[in-house]
């Protein structure tokens, strides 16, 4: 195992164990997933541009850094942005209570597991970023196409979902605006593709590099904790929980994580 990986390892156990005490000693959750963006996000630049010494490629390092570093800024800032609120994040606020009083443990594992899973995802920066092509691939090209789309399309749903929000005569409402029309978690279908833009850049179909293959655990990771962990469904359920009527309807009409034109509701 490449040392950095070892390193990364622990980088990221030790950033998750800072916002467990942050969020202890505040009695607010709402950092975790900022810090969890930032440190993936340095775990990730860290991986690509650490020196192998095998002749990398050195532009597509730094290519696959700034794709770390783009991802990172982007959703730790805007996680950072609406983490001030007076109330507690509701995913994190239900777990506490039904973990009880032993949620300060439970919280402790709960955010190790989240640290673990950062692991693969800069593996996948590393896998992408060593490939060992002395040029820019067509491959690189696509994976740039691909992640600026993951980009823009998950800044879009964010910026559209701040508006809704903004807007005192949503309040108690489902946002239906834009992408939220052809998918109920269309940020959560575009950071799952962003994932895909590293595996796009380290698979190889010449045999030359099978260890490129491993990058697809990061999307994989990444589609496994969307869908059916830490992602859609506590928000689902607190949707469903708080505004039944709307959410049903809403669920009925619009798919959950794949992108439907609008004209599905029909």
């Not at 994040?89 to 709960?110: H, S, T």
């Not at 962003?194 to 796009?200: K, L, T």
């Not at 999307?219 to 709307?246: D, Q």
Request: net charge positive.
């Amino acid at each position: 195992m490449p040392a950095c990986l070892v390193v990364v390892a622990a980088f990221l156990s030790l950033a998750m164990t800072f916002a467990w005490r942050v969020a202890i000693r505040s009695g607010k959750s709402g950092l975790i997933d900022a810090t969890w963006s930032f440190a993936v996000g340095v775990a990730a630049i860290t991986a690509a541009l650490w020196p192998l010494g095998h002749g990398d490629y050195e532009p597509r390092r730094w290519l696959i850094a700034g794709f770390a570093a783009a991802w990172s800024a982007r959703l730790g800032l805007y996680i950072f942005s609406r983490s001030h609120g007076p109330e507690d994040d509701p995913r994190y606020a239900k777990l506490k209570a039904e973990w009880g009083d032993d949620a300060p443990r439970q919280l402790f594992v709960f955010l190790q597991i989240q640290a673990l899973c950062g692991w693969p995802l800069a593996g996948a920066a590393l896998l992408a970023a060593h490939a060992p092509f002395p040029e820019f691939r067509w491959a690189d090209g696509l994976a740039l196409i691909v992640f600026i789309a993951a980009f823009v399309g998950e800044t879009v749903a964010d910026l559209q979902m701040t508006r809704f929000r903004a807007n005192p005569k949503n309040r108690g409402g489902i946002c239906e605006d834009g992408l939220w029309a052809w998918s109920r978690h269309p940020n959560y279908f575009f950071e799952w593709l962003g994932w895909v833009a590293y595996a796009v850049a380290a698979v190889d179909f010449s045999g030359v590099y099978p260890q490129g293959w491993l990058s697809l655990l990061a999307p994989a990771v990444m589609y496994g904790l969307l869908v059916y962990v830490s992602g859609a469904p506590p928000l689902e359920e607190y949707l469903a929980r708080t505004r039944p009527a709307a959410f049903q309807d809403y669920a009925r009409r619009v798919s959950r994580f794949w992108p439907f034109p609008p004209t599905r509701r029909a």
